[in-house]
């Protein structure tokens, strides 16, 4: 399974952007999926996840900023960011935990990554 992130970019402080990343591959299901980020010199943090049951987790950081959402037909996965801030700036990174179908083993992807900077 491959994903497929973009939407990245330059935005000025108080903008909105909006990420997506797209699972593909033969004959696997989504167990969940989201995105964390990365700013230099810092560790890998949640951003936003969903899982198949619905059920939604926030990063402390972007809690009451950003909106995720999921297209499960397409196995897509969005976020909507608004009012970012420059302490947002980070690589954004898709995260997903999926199975093959008749299979229980878990495997997890990551994406290439996408770049949101956000200048002051």
């Known amino acids: 399974v491959q994903l497929q992130a973009s939407g990245g970019g330059l935005v000025q402080a108080g903008g909105s952007l909006t990420l997506s990343c797209a699972a593909s591959?033969?004959?696997?299901?989504?167990?969940?999926m989201g995105w964390y980020r990365q700013s230099p010199g810092k560790e890998r943090e949640l951003v936003a996840t969903?899982?198949?049951?619905?059920?939604?987790n926030y990063g402390d950081s972007v809690q009451g900023l950003s909106t995720i959402s999921m297209d499960w037909a397409k196995k897509t996965v969005f976020l909507r960011m608004n009012s970012l801030r420059p302490e947002d700036t980070a690589v954004y990174y898709c995260?997903?935990?999926?199975?093959?179908?008749?299979?229980?083993?878990?495997?997890?992807?990551w994406g290439q990554g996408t770049l949101v900077t956000v200048s002051s």
């Open positions: 995260n997903a935990r999926w199975m093959y179908y008749g299979r229980s083993y878990v495997h997890e992807s």
């Open positions: 591959g033969r004959g696997f299901r989504i167990n969940d």
């Open positions: 969903v899982t198949s049951e619905g059920t939604i």
